[in-house]
């Protein structure tokens, strides 16, 4: 059994009793960065033995954790924060166990975006969501596609990226566009700020970028 292990965002509080049982109960914790999980673990005195499993080395290493799964090893896979799949880790996975009909569970738990969703004040009920944007490929033909976008777009940044990101938004999404940008989610300097995209530069040029970004995007208002 694949047990996908959603962990805390930021406030180590924000994991829920199942996700810790789960965990102290597996043969093995697959961790995006074992010293990140580690601190986790030690919190809640989870004694599982740790292994490294991220972008560089999924590929290399999945024929050989589906093999342990097969032989009938409980396996649960952590990223840094939040789920993984999520613009983290595993996807590569989590594919290869329902090919080899490994069953895999999914616990519910902490995401970044719906909490930055719900809290943008846009309507709910349908949004798009795009993780990470490309660094320099692609970047632009993704910036249009928003533009023309009627529901609710959600997007990751980092905060060296901000600001180019809502410079480079402005002539294309235009100067009335609403966007909720949300950052440090559950942690102690957690902020969210709405306005148009002009005001939100004007903003985060006073005030530098720290910590991870959520950024949601209005839908297109005809």
């Keep these: 059994m694949l047990y996908i292990v959603p962990t805390p965002i930021g406030n180590l509080e924000d994991i829920t009793l199942r996700a810790i049982r789960v965990l ?4 093995l914790i697959l961790a995006e960065d074992t010293r990140q999980t580690q601190k986790l673990l030690q919190h809640y005195a989870i004694p599982t033995r740790l292994s490294s499993y991220h972008k560089f080395n999924e590929r290399k290493s999945c024929e050989h954790i589906v093999e342990q799964l097969k032989a009938g090893k409980t ?6 924060c939040g789920t993984p799949c999520i613009s983290d880790p595993g996807y590569i996975l989590v594919e290869a166990c329902v090919e080899e009909g490994v069953k895999v569970e999914c616990l ?9 969703l719900v809290k943008s004040g846009f309507d709910t009920s349908e949004f798009v969501f795009i993780g990470f944007l490309p660094h320099k490929k692609g970047r ?11 529901r609710v777009v959600i997007l990751y ?5 901000v600001l ?18 949300s ?16 005001e939100l530069i ?21």
């Excluded at 102290?24 to 043969?27: A, Q």
């Excluded at 396996?75 to 840094?80: N, T």
């Excluded at 995401?111 to 930055?116: D, I, K, R």
């Excluded at 950052?183 to 002009?198: A, Q, W, Y």
């Design 183 to 198: 950052r440090e989610l559950s942690k102690m300097f957690e902020e969210t700020v709405h306005g148009t995209i002009p």
């Design 108 to 116: 519910p738990g902490a995401t970044a975006f719906v909490p930055a």
């Design 140 to 150: 632009e033909t993704i910036l249009k596609n928003i533009a023309e976008e009627k």
């Design 202 to 222: 004007l903003h985060f040029t006073n005030k530098e970028p720290r910590g991870e970004f959520v950024i949601v995007v209005d839908g297109l208002r005809k």
């Design 157 to 161: 940044e980092s905060p060296f990226r």
């Design 75 to 80: 396996i649960a896979l952590v990223s840094d």
């Design 24 to 27: 102290k109960e597996v043969d």
């Design 164 to 181: 180019k990101f809502l410079e480079q938004a402005l002539p294309i999404l235009g100067e009335e566009r609403r966007i909720s940008v």
